[in-house]
Each structure stands twice: as C-alpha cells, then as structure tokens.
C-alpha cells in the first residue's frame, strides 16, 4: 500500500512521474514495471487493475480510468504528443522547436483492454467495452462492444453481466 494513495496496492518498480498529479481510488493494483505519468493529470477509480509493462498517460495530457478498469500488460494509454508541426518532434528538444498536442483520453467503467493494446489521444473507451490484444483505438469505441485490429474496428458485441454485483460507494 502506498500512502499518496490509501487502499490501493503499488508493487516495487512501478515508476510515477509527477505523483502529485495522480489519484486513485481504493481497491486499485499497479503491479511492477509499471509507468504511470502524471502529466495533466491521471485519474483511477477504485478496482482498477493495471497489469505489468503497461504505461499510462504518455504524452502529458490527461487520463481517466474509471471504476472496474482493467488495462493488461503492455498496454499504452496515451493522452498527448508533438505534433508534425514542430521543428523537432524529440520531446528531448528545446521547447521553441516543439508544438504539443494534449487531450484527454478516457477509459469508462468496466472496460478492458488487452495485451499490447494502444489507445490514441483524445479517444474515449465506452463502459464495458474491450479492445483486443494488439489493437490500436485511433477513434471512440461505443460501449459494451468488442474492438480489435489496426486501427481498431468493431468485432461483435460485448454481453452486459449482472452488473448489479458492483460494490457500493
């Protein structure tokens, strides 16, 4: 457990760059080898599981993940870039030779996302929806729908449970 963060589980090696600008809800796990940037701002609701070489919020926007997120290993979030405009795109680069694009991504309750997935800035993942292994959101993925493929492109639907079993505030 770590204190910035009560009731949520932190494993050893997961990095957070800008912890000040991270929040998480109760009952949350980060497992190791995990990156979390703060940039903008990240928000994770309670019972969110990120899993093991995932890294979020790239880029230094802002990024949500709501309740019952579960985001597996290798997966990227990316809430920001530099933009083709710029000079340089090398975010190692004098600021005066960069342009930046920041946006908010966001991941709505009980979505999951796979194995090596990506999802785009600006792109909201609907409730409940999954996108499958290696896939690459560039757009919104509508909720309760199962997305795969580069970009990304809906596969079928996503069968809504008993989500009367969520736990209470």
Known sequence: MNENWPGAEIYDMVLILRPEKVQ???????DSFVKLEGGGGLRI???????????????????????????????KVIA???????????AAAPEHLQVKKR?????????FLATNAVVLPGVTVGEGAILAAGAVATHDIPPW??????????LGPRVKGDVGLWPAE
């Open 24 to 30: 998480s809800g109760a009952g949350t796990r980060s």
């Open 145 to 154: 729908e199962i997305w795969g493929g580069v970009p990304a492109r809906k």
């Open 103 to 111: 946006s908010t991504t966001h991941i709505k309750p009980l979505a």
């Open 45 to 75: 609701g309670r019972y969110v599981h990120i899993a093991s070489f995932a890294h979020v919020n790239i880029g230094g926007g802002v990024v949500v993940l709501e309740d019952g997120v579960a985001i597996c290993s290798g997966v």
């Open 80 to 90: 920001g870039s530099n933009h083709q405009d710029g000079l340089s795109m090398s």
